[in-house]
C-alpha cells in the first residue's frame, strides 16, 4: 500500500495520535511540559485533518511544530521515552512529511543524543532513514548528520562500531547516488560552466549542482582524513582511520566511476588528491627491504602495515581499472611499484597482494593492449606492459631459487595449504607421492628439489583475490605455500588467453570486413588498418620472452596434467597468434618449447637446440636455468609411459617417456592439426619432434600412410605402459587427421609441409645409409597421407613429391624404399582412382604426369620395388583399367620391364598384370597398343625363370589372336586412320615410315608380329615352351589365317613357317644327346624325353606337321601365290630329311605330315559344283590321320567329301582356284615331286645295313615303315596314270625291304600280341594293302596296265617264302620271335607266317581273276606259284607253323583248279611244259613228306591230316587223270608211280599198338589204290605202255597180298593161345580189306579191261583166304567174311569161249 494512498494517511494520523497520547502518558509525571507540547501536537493533527485535503503536504508544511513534541521527548533523555520518540520521528520521515528546517532540528536534537551517548543504534537508524527517505538534508546539516556516523564509528561498543561503520558507508554512496540522480534529472539541458580558473582552492565547488556540490565536500574531506589533515566540510570529527577512509575512497571510485570521469572538478580531485595521496603512503612499501632492519625494532614509520598496504593496492586496482585514460602518468608509477613489490626481497605478505593485484590486471586485456598503446609503444617511456610481464615470469622463477624466508620449509607439507591437507600429510612429503602409489598426488610444481603445491585460486578469467579482501586483518596473514605461485600462475594463464582470444576477435572481425570489400569491390585490394596491426605485434613482441620464460619452466617443473595442459594451451595459442601475425621467431619458440618439453631430457635434436640458443641470448630470459638433468624428486612426479630407442644414429641406450611427454606431443599434433597453415617454416620443428616421438612410441606406418602400434625391430623392445598403449590409437589417430588437415591449407603453407617432411625424409635416408637399423618412416608415411588428402590440387605438389619418393625408393635399406614405393604407389592409384574436374579421360597431361613415376619406378634395380610396383600395376588395372587409355604404353611398358634375373615372383606378378589386360582390358585400349601387348606377351613367353609363366603367356597370345579375329574389322579401321596419320607426319618430316613388316597392311602387320613372336617361342630351349608355342602359332594360323591378305601369305610360308622349319631341323640335328637326369627339382623325365636331342625331336614333330597342315588346308590360297612349287618342294625337302632323321618319333611324324598334304582331294572342275565356291576358304584345322589318334592337333572325324569338310568352316572369303589345264599340270607335278620324295625315302631306310652290323646302325622302327608304306595308297591315286613298270620295280624293292626290317625286342611284345596268335603286324597289313591297290588299278586300268601282274605275283610269291624262309637284314642276327629271350636278343625277326600265309591267300584270289591274262601265261606264273607252295610242302611237318602246309596244299589246290583247265588248254603254246615236273615234284613231296609227324599229334588231327592227303589224290584222279592224253606221259607215269606208292600201304615204326590200325592212312591207301584200280582198268586206254603201268601196279600189290596171308597163317598156327603182335593183325586186316576193295572194283570194270593174268591172281588168293578161317581174332573173322564175299561172283558155271583166235 503506498504511504499517500487515503489509508495509508488514515493510519499515519491514527499512529500519531496515539504516539503523541502515549508520549504525554509517559510524561504526565515527570516532564509536564512534554506532556503539554504533546496534547497540543494531538489537537495541531487534528485540526490539519480537518482543514486540509492534501494532508501529508499540509502535515509537511507543518513539520517543525509537529515534530517539536517528540524532539523535546527526546530531550528528556529517558530510554523509553526516546525510543518512543525515535520511532515517532522515523515513522515521519518514512511519509516523508518531514521539511528542511525539522530536518535539521531533528539532527541536532541526535548530536545532543549521541554525545551523550544515549540509543546509539536508534540514532544511526534515523539518520539513516532520513537520508535514504528524501533529500532534504544538504550542506551543514548534511555533513553535521555523516560526521554523527563517524563519531558513532569510534565508540567503544563494537555492535555500534560496526553499525556505524556500515552507515557511514550507505550514507557516502547515498550523497553519490544523489548526485548521479541529480545528472540524471538535468541530462537533457545543456549549460556552459563558467572556465575554472587556476586557482588552487579546493573548495572552487561553485560550478557544482547542490548534490555534486555535497559529493565534492565529501570526497575531498575523506583524501584530507586519509592523509591526516583537518577535514574543511566535516567539522566536528573527533577521530578517523587511514584504512576506513581508504576502503570509502574505494568504493566511491570503484562505484561510481562516472562522476569522475564526467565532472572536471572530481577528475582533479583524483589528479591532485587521490594519486599524491596513494604514492605518499605506497613509501614504506618501497623503501622496505625485507631483512634490512630487525623486525624487533619499533619503525613504524618504515615498516609496512598490512591493512593499509593492501587497501592502498586495491585502490590502485580501481584507479587504473577505472580511470586509466585520465591518469596515465600516475597509473605507469603504480604499475612499476606493482612491479616492485613482486620483488624476491618484500615481505611475503605483500608479495602476494601484489601478485593478486596484477592478476586483476591480466584478467583484463583491452587495459592491457592500453598500457602497450601508452607506454611501450612510446618512446623514451617505461615498457609497462613488458616489464609487467617479465615481473611475473621473475617472481614465478624466484619462488623455485629462493627459499623465502616467510615460506614453511619445503619438508613439511603443506598441511593448511587447500582443502587436501589431511591428503597431503599422509604423503609424509613431496618426493613420495609420485612413487607411493595409490594416492592421487596433489597438484604441484617441483623443480631442483622444490615443490611448490598448486591451489585452485580462483575461476579461469576471474581475479578473486584472497588477501585483498582480508579488510578486518590488521597483522599480516601467513600466505600458504604455494599461494603466491598459484596465483601468478592464474595471472600468466588469464593473461596469455585474454591477450589472444581479444586479438583473434579482432582479427576475425578484420578478416570478415576484408570479405565483405572484396565482396562489393573484387577488383580492388583490400588495405587494412595499420594501427591495429601494429599493436598487435608489439603486444607480442613484448610479453613473448616473459612468457616464453615463466611457462617453459613451469611446464618443466608442472607435475599435474591440468597444470600441464594449461600450460601447453598458453604455449600453443601464443605460438598459433604469432603465426597469424607473422611473427616467425617468437612462433619459432613458442614451438621450439613444446617441441622439448615433448622428447625426453636432454634428447639430442639438433634442430632444436640451434633454436634454443637463439632464445637463451636474451637478457630476460629465464633459458639460461633449463634444466639440464631432471633431479631424482622430479622425477618421482612424473610417471614414466614408456621406454624406447631414440632415433639418432649414436646409440644413446634407451631412453624414458613421461606422461607429460605424451601429453606435450598431444598438444604438438594439436598446434599443427589446428593451425598448420600459420605453422611455415616451424614445420620442420614440429615434424622433426613428431618423428622421434613416433619412432620412440614405436609407432609404424601402416596402409595409406597412418601410423599404427607396432614392435621395434631392434634393440631392447620398446616398453609401453598400458596408460600408453590406450593413448596410442588416439595419438595415431591424431597424426592420421593432422595430415588429413592439410587439404585446409594454402597452396604455399602446403608446400612449407611438403619441404618439412621431404628434408626430414632426406635425414631419414642419410641416418639409414650404411647400417642396417630400422629406418624412420615417419616422413615418408606423412607424405603419403598428405598427398592423399590433397589430391584435388595434386598437381601442385606431384613433382616434389613423387621426385623424392623415386630417390627414396632407390635406398638400400630395404624398408625404407620398401615404403618409398608403397606411398608412392599409393599415391598414383588414389591419383587415378580420385574424381578430377575436368575427369582423367579428358585431361591427358594430368594422367600421364600421374603415372609417369610408375614407369620410372623400372629403372629401380630392386626387386622389392618393382615387385610393388607390379602390384600397384595390377591394381590399378582392376580398379581403372576401363579408363587408362592414352596411358596403356606406360602401364604396358612397365608390365614388359621385367628381366631374366628379376626372380620368380616379379615375373608372376607382372604376368598377373599381363593376364587381366589380355582377359579384360584389350577392348578398352587404342588398337596401336595391340602391338605392344603382343611384344609384353613374348617377353613373358621368353623369360626363364618360370616356366608355368611362359606356358601360359603362350595361351594369352591365342587369346589376342582370338580377339585380333573377333574384333577384325574395328581394328583394321582403327589401324588404318592412326596409319593414315603417321604417314601424314612421315611424310612433312620427309622420312619413310619404319614399321616392321612394312609392306602389309598394318592389321597384318598386327597379325604378322603375333606369328613372329610366336615363332620366336618356337625355337626356346624349354621343350614344354616349344611345345605350346608350336601349336599355337599353327592353331592361330589354322583359325585365323583367313583374314590375312593374300600377299601376306607369302611373308607367312617363307619368313614365319619356313624360316622356323630351318631353325628347328638346325636345332634338332646339332641337339645334345647327353642324358638330362631330372627336370629340375624332384621331376622325374620320362626316357622318351631325357636328352636334349630327344626334346627337340618332339618340337620337331610338331612343327613339321603344323607347316604340313597348313599346306593341306590353306592350299588354294596358297597355290595362287605363283611360288608354291618352291614352297612345296621346300616343305617335302624338310619332310624327307625328318623322315631319314635317326629318331624314330620325327621320322614316324614327318610321315604323318607326309600324309596329311597327300590327303587333299583335287576340286571337280564343274564350275556349278559348291567344290569349286568352298575349297577356296580353306579346310579347318583337320588332321586326318589314319595311323593313330594322338598326332599332334584334334583328331576330328575324316569326312570324305571335301564340300562337307569345308562347309564346317565358315565366314572365311569365297575365292575359287583358277581353271585350266595348267592347274591339273602342276597338280600332277606336285604329286610327282612327292613320289620322288617317298621313294627317296623308303629307298633310305629299308636299305639294309652294309658290312659287319654296327652297334650304333639305326634300324627303322615298325610304325615308321608302316606308315611310310601307308602313304603309297594315297599317292599312288594321284600317280597311277604315268605310274610305270619301272616305278613298280621301285616300289617293290621298298616294300620287300620294309618287311625285312627287323624288330628291336623291347618293341615285339607291343607290336606281337603273341607268338601263338597268327596275326599280321600293321607293316604287313599295310604292305599287302599297297599291292592291293595296285591290283585293283591294273584290273580297271588300260590293257598296257596289265603287264604289271606277274611282278605282282612275284612279289607276293617272294612273301610267301618268308614262311619257311624269313628274310635276311643285311647281316644283322636275328632271332626267331618264339626263342628270343627278350633281354638277349636285340633284334627279333617278326613271325613271317601269317604275313606269308595272307600273301598266299592274296595270291590264289589274283590267280583266279587273272589266271587267263596273257601275261600271267606268259609269265609262267603258275609254274612260280607251285615252285614257291613246293617249299612248305614239302616241308609239312617241319614248317614252321603247321598252318602253313595246310594253307598251302587247300591254296595249290585251288590254283589248281583255276589253272590246269588254263594250262590244258594252253598245252600246245608250250608254255606249261615247265610246270608239270613241277607239280610232280610238288605232289611227290607232299605226300611222301621226309618230315615225321609231331609225337604229340592225336587221332583226330592225324584224321584231318590224313584228309588233306585223299583231297590231293581226288584232285588227280579228277583233275589230271581224266586228262592224260593232254598231260606229257612221263608226267602221268610220275603221277601213277605215285598212287602205287601210296596204294602200298607203309606203317611207321613208331606207333603203339593201339592207334597202328588209325595210323596206317588206310583211308589214303585205300584212295590211292581205287583211283589206281579205276585208272587201271580205264577202258579209255590209248597207249600199251599206260596199261602196262596198271597191270604192273596190280600183279604187285596182289603179289604181295598173297605173301602177307601166306605169313599170317603160318603164324596164327604157330602161336597158339597167344595173340599176334598188334602190328600183323592191323596188317592182315588191311589186307583182307584191300582185297574187297579190289573184288569191288573189279566188279565194276569192263571185263573186257581186265588182263587175265590179273584174274588168275585174284582167284588163286582165294584157298589162302579159307585156311585163314581159324584164325582166332574176331577182326581179321570179320575182315575175311568181307573179302571172301565177293568171289560169289567167280562161282559160276564156266562157258568156253573163243578169244583171239585161241580157245
Not at 579228277?1518 to 602221268?1532: G, S
Request: proline content about 6%; hydrophobic content about 40%; aromatic content about 8%.
Amino acid at each position: 500500500m503506498s504511504v499517500s494512498s487515503p489509508e495509508a494517511v488514515k493510519k499515519l494520523l491514527e499512529n500519531m495520535q496515539t504516539d503523541l497520547r502515549s508520549l504525554s502518558m509517559e510524561c504526565k509525571k515527570k516532564f509536564p511540559p512534554v506532556k503539554e507540547a504533546a496534547e497540543s501536537g494531538i489537537v495541531k493533527i487534528k485540526t490539519i485533518a480537518a482543514r486540509n485535503t492534501g494532508i501529508l503536504a499540509a502535515l509537511k508544511e507543518n513539520s517543525s511544530e509537529v515534530v517539536q513534541p517528540f524532539l523535546m521527548g527526546c530531550g528528556t533523555k529517558e530510554p523509553k521515552i526516546t525510543q518512543l520518540c525515535l520511532a515517532a520521528i522515523q515513522r515521519l520521515m518514512s511519509h516523508e512529511v518531514v521539511s528542511e528546517a525539522a530536518a535539521g532540528n531533528i539532527i541536532n536534537m541526535l548530536w545532543q543524543l549521541m554525545e551523550n551517548g544515549l540509543e546509539e543504534l536508534k540514532l544511526l537508524q534515523t539518520v539513516l532513514v532520513l537520508l535514504t527517505t528524501n533529500t532534504v538534508v544538504h550542506d551543514e546539516v548534511l555533513s553535521k548528520a555523516i560526521v554523527l556516523c563517524f563519531r558513532l564509528h569510534f565508540t567503544k561498543d563494537t555492535i555500534t562500531n560496526n553499525t556505524a561503520a556500515a552507515t557511514v558507508r550507505q550514507v557516502v554512496t547515498v550523497v553519490f547516488e544523489r548526485m548521479v540522480a541529480e545528472d540524471e534529472r538535468f541530462k537533457g539541458i545543456v549549460e556552459h560552466p563558467p572556465p575554472v580558473q587556476g586557482n588552487t582552492n579546493r573548495r572552487s565547488v561553485s560550478t557544482l549542482r547542490p548534490s555534486a556540490k555535497d559529493a565534492y565536500m565529501l570526497f575531498q574531506d575523506l583524501c584530507q582524513l586519509v592523509n591526516a589533515d583537518a577535514p574543511y566540510w566535516l567539522v566536528g570529527m573527533t577521530e578517523m582511520t587511514r584504512t576506513f577512509g581508504l576502503e570509502l575512497l574505494e568504493s566511491v571510485l570503484n562505484d561510481f566511476p562516472g562522476v569522475f570521469l564526467q565532472h572536471q572538478e572530481f577528475s582533479f580531485l583524483l589528479k591532485e588528491r587521490v594519486c599524491p595521496l596513494v604514492i605518499k603512503l605506497f613509501s614504506p612499501n618501497i623503501k622496505f627491504r625485507q631483512g634490512s632492519s630487525s623486525a624487533a625494532s619499533p619503525a613504524p614509520v618504515e615498516k609496512p602495515y598490512f591493512p593499509i598496504c593492501m587497501r592502498l593496492l586495491r585502490v590502485v586496482s580501481v584507479l587504473i581499472k577505472h580511470f586509466y585514460t585520465l591518469l596515465v602518468t600516475e597509473c605507469e608509477i603504480f604499475l612499476s611499484l606493482l612491479v616492485k613489490f613482486l620483488d624476491g626481497e618484500k615481505p611475503q605478505w605483500l608479495r602476494a597482494v601484489a601478485v593478486e593485484s596484477v592478476h586483476r590486471l591480466c584478467v583484463q586485456p583491452h587495459l592491457l593492449r592500453s598500457f602497450c598503446q601508452s607506454y611501450d609503444m612510446k618512446q623514451h617511456s617505461t615498457k609497462v606492459f613488458r616489464d609487467i610481464v617479465n615481473a611475473l615470469g621473475s617472481f614465478i622463477q624466484s619462488l623455485f631459487i629462493v627459499p623465502n624466508a616467510g615460506n614453511t620449509p619445503v619438508v613439511s607439507a603443506p598441511a593448511g595449504a587447500s582443502g587436501s591437507g589431511a591428503q597431503g600429510t599422509a604423503q609424509g612429503g613431496p618426493g613420495t607421492g609420485g612413487v607411493g602409489g595409490n594416492l592421487t598426488t596433489q597438484a604441484a610444481f617441483e623443480y631442483r628439489g622444490t615443490w611448490i603445491p598448486l591451489m585452485t585460486v580462483s575461476v579461469q578469467g576471474s581475479a578473486k583475490a584472497t588477501y585483498l579482501e582480508m579488510l578486518d586483518k590488521v597483522e599480516p596473514p601467513s600466505i600458504p605455500e604455494g599461494y603466491a605461485m598459484s596465483v601468478a600462475f592464474s595471472a600468466l594463464l588469464d593473461l596469455v588467453r585474454g591477450i589472444t582470444s581479444m586479438i583473434e576477435r579482432e582479427l576475425a572481425a578484420e578478416e570478415g570486413v576484408a570479405a565483405e570489400f572484396r565482396e562489393a569491390n573484387p577488383d580492388q585490394k583490400w588495405q587494412p588498418q595499420p594501427g591495429a596491426h601494429l599493436v598487435w605485434e608489439e603486444m607480442v613482441s613484448a610479453c613473448w620472452c616473459g612468457l616464453l620464460a615463466a611457462l617453459s619452466l613451469l611446464l618443466d617443473a608442472s607435475t599435474d596434467e591440468t597444470a600441464t595442459e594449461n600450460i601447453l594451451k598458453a604455449e600453443l595459442t601464443m605460438a598459433s597468434l604469432c603465426g597469424r601475425l607473422g611473427l616467425v621467431t617468437p612462433r619459432d619458440a613458442f614451438i621450439t618449447a613444446i617441441c622439448k618439453a615433448s622428447l625426453p631430457p636432454h634428447y639430442a635434436l639438433t634442430l632444436l637446440s640451434c633454436n634454443a640458443a637463439n632464445l637463451s641470448s636474451k637478457a630476460y630470459s629465464i633459458q639460461g636455468q633449463t634444466v639440464q638433468i631432471i633431479s631424482p624428486s622430479s622425477e618421482s612426479h612424473q610417471q614414466v609411459v614408456a621406454v624406447g630407442q631414440p632415433l639418432n644414429a649414436q646409440p644413446q641406450g634407451t631412453v624414458m617417456l613421461t606422461a607429460k611427454n605424451i601429453q606435450c606431443m598431444r598438444t604438438l599434433l594439436n598446434l599443427a592439426h589446428c593451425h598448420g597453415a600459420v605453422l611455415g617454416t616451424s614445420w620442420q620443428l614440429v615434424l622433426a619432434t613428431l618423428q622421434h616421438l613416433v619412432w620412440i612410441l614405436g609407432l609404424k606406418p601402416g596402409v595409406g600412410g597412418a601410423l599404427k602400434p607396432g614392435r621395434a625391430v631392434e634393440g631392447p623392445s620398446t616398453v609401453l605402459t598400458t596408460a600408453v598403449m590406450t593413448d596410442l590409437p588416439v595419438i595415431s589417430n591424431i597424426l592420421s587427421r593432422l595430415f588429413e588437415s592439410s587439404q585446409y591449407l594454402d597452396d604455399v603453407s602446403l608446400h612449407h609441409l611438403i619441404n618439412a617432411l621431404c628434408s626430414l625424409s632426406l635425414e631419414a635416408m642419410e641416418m639409414a645409409y650404411g647400417n642396417n637399423k630400422e629406418p624412420s618412416l615417419f616422413a615418408v608415411a606423412k607424405l603419403l597421407e598428405t598427398g592423399l588428402v590433397n589430391m584435388d590440387r595434386i598437381e601442385i605438389l606431384w613433382r616434389p613429391l613423387t621426385g623424392h619418393l623415386l630417390e627414396v625408393c632407390q635406398h638400400p635399406n630395404s624398408r625404407m624404399r620398401e615404403w618409398g614405393a608403397e606411398a608412392l604407389t599409393a599415391l598414383i592409384k588414389a591419383g587415378l582412382a580420385y574424381k578430377h574436374d575436368p575427369p582423367l579421360a579428358q585431361n591427358q597431361r594430368l594422367q600421364l604426369l600421374l603415372l609417369n613415376p610408375l614407369k620410372e619406378l623400372s629403372n629401380v634395380l630392386h626387386a622389392d620395388i618393382r615387385q610393388k610396383q607390379l602390384e600397384s600395376v595390377l591394381q590399378i588395372l582392376q580398379s581403372q583399367g576401363d579408363s587408362l587409355g592414352p596411358g596403356w604404353p606406360l602401364v604396358l611398358g612397365v608390365i614388359g620391364a621385367i628381366r631374366n634375373d628379376q626372380g620368380e615372383s616379379l615375373i608372376r606378378t607382372a604376368f598377373q598384370c599381363l593376364q587381366l589386360v589380355v582377359t579384360d582390358f584389350l577392348p578398352t585400349m587404342p588398337c596401336t597398343c595391340l602391338q605392344i601387348v603382343v611384344d609384353v606377351a613374348g617377353s613373358f613367353g621368353l623369360q626363364n625363370q618360370e616356366l608355368n609363366i611362359s606356358l601360359t603367356s603362350i595361351g594369352l597370345l591365342w587369346n589376342i589372336s582370338d580377339y585380333f579375329f573377333q574384333r577384325g574389322e574395328v581394328i583394321t579401321q582403327e589401324l588404318e586412320k592412326e596409319e593414315e596419320a603417321v604417314q601424314k607426319q612421315a611424310q612433312e618430316k620427309g622420312e619413310t615410315l619404319n614399321r616392321p613388316f612394312h609392306p602389309a597392311p598394318p592389321f597384318d602387320c598386327l597379325w604378322l608380329c603375333l606369328y613372329a613372336k610366336l615363332g620366336e617361342l618356337c625355337v626356346d630351349p624349354r621343350p614344354a615352351v616349344r611345345k605350346s608355342a608350336g601349336q599355337t602359332l599353327f592353331s592361330t594360323i589354322a583359325a585365323h589365317g583367313t583374314l590375312l591378305q593374300q600377299p601376306t601369305w607369302h611373308i607367312v610360308v617363307w619368313k614365319v613357317l619356313f624360316q622356323l622349319l630351318g631353325c628347328v631341323r638346325t636345332s634338332s640335328t646339332t641337339a645334345d644327346k647327353e642324358k638330362i637326369e631330372s627336370g629340375g627339382g624332384n621331376i622325374l623325365i620320362h626316357h622318351s624325353r631325357d636328352t636334349a636331342e630327344k626334346q627337340w625331336a618332339e618340337t620337331w614333330v610338331l612343327t613339321l606337321a603344323g607347316v604340313a597342315r597348313i599346306f593341306n588346308t590353306r592350299r588354294y590360297l596358297l597355290q595362287q601365290l605363283g611360288d608354291f612349287f618352291e614352297a612345296w618342294e621346300v616343305l617335302l625337302n624338310h619332310i624327307q630329311s625328318a623322315a631319314l632323321s635317326k629318331n624314330n618319333e620325327v621320322s614316324l611324324a614327318a610321315l604323318k605330315s607326309f600324309q596329311e598334304i597327300l590327303q587333299i582331294v583335287t576340286p571337280v572342275r564343274d564350275s556349278d559344283k559348291v567344290c569349286d565356291a568352298l575349297a577356296a576358304m580353306g579346310v579347318p584345322p583337320v588332321l586326318i590321320d589314319p595311323l593313330s589318334a594322338s598326332g599332334p592337333g584334334r583328331p576330328l572325324v575324316r569326312s570324305d567329301s571335301l564340300v562337307e569338310r569345308l562347309t564346317r568352316y565358315n565366314g572365311a572369303e569365297l575365292q575359287a582356284p583358277p581353271p585350266g589345264e595348267e592347274s591339273a599340270l602342276e597338280d600332277s607335278a606336285l604329286w610327282w615331286s612327292a613320289w620322288n620324295t617317298w621313294y627317296r625315302t623308303g629307298t633310305d631306310c629299308t636299305r639294309p645295313p652294309s658290312g659287319p652290323t654296327e652297334k650304333l646302325s639305326f634300324i627303322p622302327s615298325q610304325p615308321f615303315l608302316t606308315a611310310l608304306i601307308q602313304i603309297f595308297p594315297a599317292l599312288y591315286q594321284h600317280i597311277k596314270a604315268n605310274f610305270s613298270m619301272e616305278d613298280l620295280k621301285k616300289l617293290g624293292v621298298i616294300l620287300h625291304g620294309a618287311v625285312s626290317v627287323p624288330i628291336s625286342s623291347d618293341a615285339s611284345p607291343f607290336i606281337l600280341p603273341s607268338y601263338t596268335e597268327a596275326v599280321l603286324t600293321s607293316l604287313q597289313e599295310a604292305v599287302l594293302t599297297a599291292l592291293d591297290i595296285l591290283q585293283k588299278a591294273i584290273c580297271v586300268g588300260p590293257e598296257n596296265l596289265q603287264v604289271m601282274y606277274p611282278a605282282i605275283f612275284e612279289q607276293l610269291l617272294l612273301f610267301v617264302e618268308f614262311s619257311c624262309k624269313p628274310p635276311q637284314y643285311g647281316r644283322m642276327e636275328t632271332k626267331h620271335v618264339a626263342n628270343a629271350k627278350y633281354n638277349q636278343a636285340e633284334w627279333v625277326a617278326l613271325n613271317y607266317v601269317p604275313f606269308a600265309e595272307r600273301s598266299l591267300e592274296v595270291v590264289v584270289d589274283l590267280y583266279h581273276k587273272t589266271a587267263c591274262h596273257k601275261a600271267v601265261i606268259s609269265e609262267k606264273v603258275l609254274q612260280n606259284i607251285i615252285k614257291t607252295s613246293k617249299m612248305p610242302l614239302g616241308l609239312k611237318y617241319s614248317c614252321p607253323s603247321e598252318s602253313t602246309w595246310k594253307l598251302a596244299v587247300s591254296s595249290l589246290l585251288k590254283v589248281l583248279s583255276i589253272g590246269l583247265p588254263v594250262a590244258r588248254q594252253h598245252a600246245s603254246s608250250g608254255k606249261f611244259d615247265t610246270m608239270w615236273p613241277e607239280l610232280a615234284n610238288a605232289f611227290e613231296d607232299f605226300l611222301f613228306t621226309k618230315s615225321t609227324s609231331p609225337d604229340n599229334l592225336s587221332i583226330q588231327e592225324f584224321q584231318k591230316n590224313e584228309a588233306v592227303d585223299v583231297e590231293v589224290v581226288q584232285l588227280i584222279s579228277t583233275e589230271i587223270l581224266p586228262f592224260a592224253n593232254f598231260i606229257p606221259k612221263d608226267f602221268v607215269g610220275q603221277i601213277m608211280t605215285m598212287l602205287n606208292k601210296g596204294s602200298i600201304h607203309s606203317q611207321s615204326p613208331s606207333f603203339t599198338e593201339a592207334e597202328i590200325d588209325v595210323r596206317m592212312r588206310e583211308e589214303f591207301s585205300k584212295v590211292c589204290f581205287e583211283t589206281l584200280l579205276q585208272f587201271s582198268f580205264s577202258n579209255k586206254v590209248s597207249t600199251p605202255q599206260e596199261g602196262y603201268i596198271s597191270r604192273m601196279a596190280l600183279s604187285v600189290l596182289l603179289k604181295r597180298s598173297q605173301d602177307v596171308l601166306r605169313r599170317y597163317v603160318e603164324d596164327e598156327r604157330l602161336s597158339g593161345r597167344c595173340p599176334l603182335p598188334r602190328q600183323q593183325v592191323t596188317e592182315i586186316i588191311f589186307i583182307l580189306k584191300a582185297i574187297s576193295t579190289l573184288m569191288d572194283s573189279l566188279k565194276k570194270t569192263q571185263p573186257e579191261n581186265v588182263d587175265g593174268n590179273t584174274w588168275a591172281q585174284v582167284i588163286a588168293l582165294y584157298p589162302t583166304l579159307v585156311e585163314c578161317i581159324t584164325c582166332s581174332s574176331s577182326e581179321v573173322s570179320s575182315a575175311l567174311k568181307e573179302a571172301l564175299g565177293p568171289f560169289k561172283d567167280f562161282m559160276q558155271p564156266p562157258v568156253s569161249r573163243v578169244q583171239n583166235g585161241e580157245s
